[in-house]
Nanobody, 133 residues
Framework: QLQLVEAGGGSVQPGGSLRLSCTTSGFTSDYYDIGWFRQAPGKEREGVSCVSTNGGRTYYADSVKGRFTISRDNAKNTVYLQMNSLKPEDTGIYYC??????????????????????????WGQGTQVTVSS
């Protein structure tokens, strides 16, 4: 079965850290750009960070720059999102998605908002992140 599996979510206090992981199953991640997206209650889905197939190109939303770091280990078919200095506004369900590079012109465009009917090649089930004191 072809799927993405997220892990690493949880509850932390403001200022804390979490590391999310996104592992591909049934297919090799090497050929796909990978992105992290989050959905908070009552808010639009936001592209948090995206990374190219070899990790050479990355994009971060302004809201997470300097606090989050995306990386990938293709030998393990896994992409990580290290989240530091977490804030309550980082709360939400975090999803990872995979898409072939030819589908979008830049790594930033993979993370950009798109119509709901325009999906990704693969989409995970999500992991909850809660930042609260």
């Amino acid at each position: 079965q072809l799927q993405l599996v997220e892990a690493g979510g949880g509850s932390v206090q403001p200022g804390g850290s979490l590391r999310l992981s996104c592992t591909t199953s049934g297919f090799t991640s090497d050929y796909y750009d990978i992105g992290w997206f989050r959905q908070a209650p009552g808010k639009e889905r936001e592209g948090v960070s995206c990374v190219s197939t070899n990790g050479g190109r990355t994009y971060y939303a302004d809201s997470v720059k300097g606090r989050f770091t995306i990386s990938r280990d293709n030998a393990k078919n896994t992409v990580y999102l290290q989240m530091n200095s977490l804030k309550p506004e980082d709360t939400g369900i975090y999803y990872c998605a995979a898409e072939r590079p030819a589908t979008h012109p830049t790594i930033q465009s993979m993370c950009a908002p798109r119509p709901a009917e325009v999906g990704y090649d693969y989409w995970g089930q999500g992991t909850q992140v809660t930042v609260s004191s």
